[in-house]
């Protein structure tokens, strides 16, 4: 992804709450589930949703290491981890508090 550990956890829970809409609102939209496509698109999108985690948090790091930059690699890779968490600590308050929920 980029260099700014916010953008990274920024971008990965935009992509969380597509997935989570679409999940959400699935049926609605589609109908129910009449066939064994649902449990395969379900894996696949589970399939999918770790490559693209693994892409948004470790991409960046990965080519700062190999490139020589391993206290940088290290850095950005935590401290997209960390702005992530606080993401999801936050959303969780917000659920909690029942803000959201």
């Known amino acids: 992804m980029t260099k700014n550990p916010f953008l990274n956890a920024i971008a990965a829970a935009a992509y969380i709450a597509i997935v989570a809409s679409l999940m959400f609102n699935g049926e609605r939209m589609f ?3 009449k066939s064994v ?14 490559a693209m985690m693994a892409y948004i948090f470790a991409f960046q790091p990965v080519q700062l290491y190999l490139d020589g930059k391993k206290k940088e690699a290290v850095t950005l890779f935590t401290k997209t981890l960390a702005t992530f968490a606080g993401i999801t600590i936050i959303l969780f ?3 909690f508090s029942r803000v959201l929920g």
């Open 31 to 33: 109908g129910p589930a």
């Open 37 to 50: 496509i649902v449990p395969i698109a379900i894996l696949s999108l589970f399939s999918l949703s770790a």
């Open 93 to 95: 308050i917000l659920l």
